[in-house]
T-cell receptor
Framework: EAGVVQSPRYKIIEKKQPVAFWCNPISGHNTLYWYLQNLGQGPELLIRYENEEAVDDSQLPKDRFSAERLKGVDSTLKIQPAELGDSAVYLC???????????FGPGTRLTVL | AQSVTQPDIHITVSEGASLELRCNYSYGATPYLFWYVQSPGQGLQLLLKYFSGDTLVQGIKGFEAEFKRSQSSFNLRKPSVHWSDAAEYFCARDQYGGSQGNLIFGKGTKLSVKP
C-alpha cells in the first residue's frame, strides 16, 4: 500500500510570491488533513477534509491560505502571498473516516526568503 | 482548550539503556492519546495509541505507554534503546474527543542515543 505522497519535498521562494503544495492520500482514505510544523514544534492542524468538504478550517489563515480537494482525493494547499513567517514544514495526513489513526506524508519544507 | 505537554525538549540515553519520555495532557473526557515518531526528513509514524481498556499499551518497535488518569499522563517507555531510535517523539491527543480525528500535538522530545 502506497503511503501519503506530497510534492514538492522542498520549496524556496521569495516573500510575496505564491506557492502551492500537493498531497495524494492513501487510497480509500476519505479524511485528509493539512498540518503546519514550525521548527522545534509539533504539528498544528490547518484544515481537515471529509471527502471534498472542508469540515474544520478554523485554524487556516484565510487571508493568505487556501486549500481545495475538488474530487475528494488529491488536495492542494496554497499560500498567496507568502511571508517570511510561513517558512515551515507542511504536512499532509490521511485516515479512514471515523478512524483516529492518521498516516502522514514526508512533508514539504518551505523556505521564504 | 485541550493541550499536550512534553516537559523534556531533549533527552540523551546510552544504547541499551531504558527510556521514558513524559507526556501530560489536559483533562477532558476520556482522551484518545497517541505517540508518534519523526525521523529527520520523514513524516510522523504512529508508535501506539490509547482509546480505552488496558492502560498499558504495546506499540511497534518495542515501545509501550501507560495511561494514568490520576496523573493526566501517558508516558512512553522502552526497556532497551537502540541507536536507530534516535528521532523526535511527539505525544498527541484528540482535540474534540471521539473519533473526529483532529489532533493536538506536544512540542516534541528529541532523543539522542550515545554509543
Amino acid at each position: 500500500e502506497a503511503g501519503v505522497v506530497q510534492s514538492p519535498r522542498y520549496k524556496i521562494i521569495e516573500k510575496k510570491q505564491p506557492v502551492a503544495f500537493w498531497c495524494n492520500p492513501i487510497s480509500g482514505h476519505n479524511t485528509l488533513y493539512w498540518y503546519l510544523q514550525n521548527l522545534g514544534q509539533g504539528p498544528e492542524l490547518l484544515i481537515r477534509y471529509e471527502n471534498e468538504e472542508a469540515v474544520d478550517d478554523s485554524q487556516l489563515p484565510k487571508d493568505r491560505f487556501s486549500a481545495e480537494r475538488l474530487k475528494g482525493v488529491d488536495s492542494t494547499l496554497k499560500i498567496q502571498p507568502a511571508e517570511l513567517g510561513d517558512s515551515a514544514v507542511y504536512l499532509c495526513a490521511s485516515s479512514r473516516t471515523g478512524d483516529n489513526e492518521q498516516f502522514f506524508g514526508p512533508g514539504t519544507r518551505l523556505t521564504v526568503l | 482548550a485541550q493541550s499536550v505537554t512534553q516537559p523534556d525538549i531533549h533527552i540523551t540515553v546510552s544504547e541499551g539503556a531504558s527510556l521514558e519520555l513524559r507526556c501530560n495532557y489536559s483533562y477532558g473526557a476520556t482522551p484518545y492519546l497517541f505517540w508518534y515518531v519523526q525521523s529527520p526528513g520523514q513524516g510522523l509514524q504512529l508508535l501506539l495509541k490509547y482509546f480505552s481498556g488496558d492502560t498499558l499499551v504495546q506499540g511497534i518497535k518495542g515501545f509501550e505507554a501507560e495511561f494514568k488518569r490520576s496523573q493526566s499522563s501517558f508516558n512512553l517507555r522502552k526497556p532497551s534503546v537502540h541507536w536507530s531510535d534516535a528521532a523526535e517523539y511527539f505525544c498527541a491527543r484528540d482535540q474534540y474527543g471521539g473519533s473526529q480525528g483532529n489532533l493536538i500535538f506536544g512540542k516534541g522530545t528529541k532523543l539522542s542515543v550515545k554509543p
